[in-house]
Structures are given as C-alpha cells and as structure tokens.
C-alpha cells in the first residue's frame, strides 16, 4: 500500500513555536501532498511536493522529501492557535489516477 | 465560489433504511470520489468516478452504491445502512484523474442506529 503514515500522532506546542510532522510511505510516488483537517471538517490541501524536489515553502509551510527513505516532513514555523488542526501527508503513485491514500493524521495542538 | 457541497451534513437513522447523501461540484470537474473517516483509521475511499456514467469501487465499496448521471453530482447510496457504516463521510472532487489537488465537501456525519 502506499498508504502514507504520519508521526507523531499527536502534537501540542505553544504559540509561537515551530511544528514538524513526518511522513513515511511504502512505494514509488510521483507527488506527495500535505492537507490540514480542522476539527470535522473536510480536508484542505496545503502543499504538493514532487518526487525530484527535495523541498519546498508556502508561507510558514515547509516540506521536505527524501525517495531514498521514503518519507515527507512538514514544518509549520512561528506557529498560531488557528494552526491547530489534523494534518495528512497523501502519497501519489507514479501514473496512478488520483486516488489518495490517507493515514490517520497527525493531531497539533497549538496553545495560546 | 469553487466549491464541493454535501448533504445532509448531519443524519442519524436505522438500520435498514435507505438513504442517500448528496454531493455536488461547481468547478466542472471529472474526478470524484467518495471515503469514509473512521478514529484511527485514516480516510478509506469508497467508489470514485472518473467521468459521467464512469464508477468503480474504491478500497471499501461494501454496502454503498454511487451513481454518476451528471457531471456535477455524485450520490452515495446505503440501501440497508448498518451499524458499521457509522461514520463520517467525505465527497472529494479534482479537475481530472490525474490531477493533483483535491478539494473536499464539509463532511456527512452518520449514525446508523
């Protein structure tokens, strides 16, 4: 499967702070994607890296990828209460439709 | 606005009563798909559509049906809901099958009594 996993499942930090959230996965892809979940609600996508990139930046978003350990970090810097949230790494196999494959996410908590 | 639109977004029901959840898509969009949010298990599709009259079964396709008449809609169907089918459930549409971003509705959450 290529399902993607993410770690820690559960995050807490205070305003102010940076977070990082990993991803692991298990085949060949050609995009990984980042989406945040506020609480219930449907998912938003956040950034998309590719598999020749090894990083890239949105605003306080950063993304790392490394194919040869399979796997995806994101770091949200200078981080905010509206932060918190569920966040998902969505693993795209090369060729493959768009079927995203999700894991249960990590939880952040950012405290004021 | 762009936008993916579920109903309803709360239902509670029982066990063997037909229902449908609604979803529709403004964007013109090809791809749709449907999955299912359960704690701890991440989020499983269930049918996904890759134009009009076009479906097949996702991961866990069991006790749904979906049908795609319009480009636009997507209906997912629970003929006999069950227990099990408790859940939270998520319309997702892109461009098309090989696009790169998803957009989601807000959610359909279900309780099969």
């Known amino acids: 499967s290529q399902q993607g996993e993410e770690d820690p499942q559960a995050l807490s930090i205070q305003e102010g702070e940076n977070a990082t959230m990993n991803c692991s996965y298990k085949?060949?892809?050609?995009?990984l994607q980042w989406y945040r979940q506020n609480s219930g609600r449907g998912l938003v996508h956040l950034i998309l890296?590719?598999?020749?990139?090894r990083e890239k930046h949105s605003g306080r978003l950063r993304v790392t990828l490394d194919t040869s350990k399979k796997s995806s970090s994101l770091l949200i810097t200078a981080s905010r209460a509206a932060d918190t949230a569920s966040y998902f790494c969505a693993p795209k196999v090369s060729g493959g439709y768009n079927k995203l494959i999700f894991g249960a996410g990590t939880r952040l908590a950012v405290h004021p | 606005e762009a936008q993916v639109t579920q109903n309803p977004r709360y239902l509670i029901t029982v066990t063997g009563k037909k229902l449908t959840v609604t979803c529709s898509q403004n964007m013109n969009h090809e791809y749709m798909s449907w999955y299912r949010q359960d704690p701890g298990l991440g989020l499983r599709q269930i049918y996904y559509?890759?134009?009009?009259?076009?479906?097949d079964k996702g991961d866990v396709p069991e006790g749904y049906k979906v049908s795609r008449k319009e480009k636009r809609n997507f209906p997912l169907i629970l003929e006999s809901p069950s227990p099990n089918q408790t859940s939270l459930y998520f319309c997702?549409?892109?461009?098309?099958?090989?696009?790169?971003?998803?957009?989601f509705g807000q959610g359909t959450r279900l309780t099969v009594v």
């Open positions: 997702a549409s892109s461009l098309s099958p090989h696009s790169t971003e998803a957009f």
């Open positions: 559509s890759m134009n009009v009259e076009v479906t």
């Open positions: 085949t060949s892809i050609n995009n």
């Open positions: 890296i590719r598999s020749n990139e």
